[in-house]
């Protein structure tokens, strides 16, 4: 099976950049499209952006132009650099990826543990 480990958030001010990084480990091999969410106090789990592993990707409204998703097939690692954040961006940062079943030709959604990020003066 797949696992996922986020790190790289933290506290940065209004205005400032971050980049995250999610690891994934275990049986990789059948590893298809990674993408970003984030959840706040109170709100839903919100998509952010996901890339596929020929490096198509695609975003939120809400973030396009501020955030950026990268992938490296080689470490089995992707990215999310974030520019220009916000109070609002303040949440904890979920990695997710699909992880293919080979046995039954399905999906299977994994998550790491989340990251917390928090913008604030």
């Known amino acids: 099976q797949v696992q996922l480990v986020e790190s790289g958030g933290g506290l940065v001010q209004p205005g400032g950049s971050l980049r995250l990084s999610c690891a994934a480990s275990?049986?990789?091999?059948?590893?298809?499209?990674m993408g970003w969410y984030r959840q706040a106090p109170g709100k839903q789990r919100e998509f952010l952006a996901r890339?596929?592993?020929?490096?198509?990707?695609n975003y939120a409204d809400s973030v396009t132009g501020r955030f950026t998703i990268s992938r490296d097939n080689a470490k089995n690692t992707a990215y999310l650099q974030m520019k220009s954040l916000k109070p609002e961006d303040t949440a904890v940062y979920y990695c997710?990826?699909?992880?293919?079943?080979?046995?039954?030709?399905?999906?299977?959604?994994?998550w790491g543990q989340g990251t917390q990020v928090t913008v604030s003066s």
């Open positions: 275990g049986n990789i091999f059948n590893l298809g499209s």
């Open positions: 997710h990826a699909f992880d293919l079943l080979v046995a039954t030709q399905e999906w299977r959604d994994v």
């Open positions: 890339i596929s592993r020929d490096g198509d990707s």
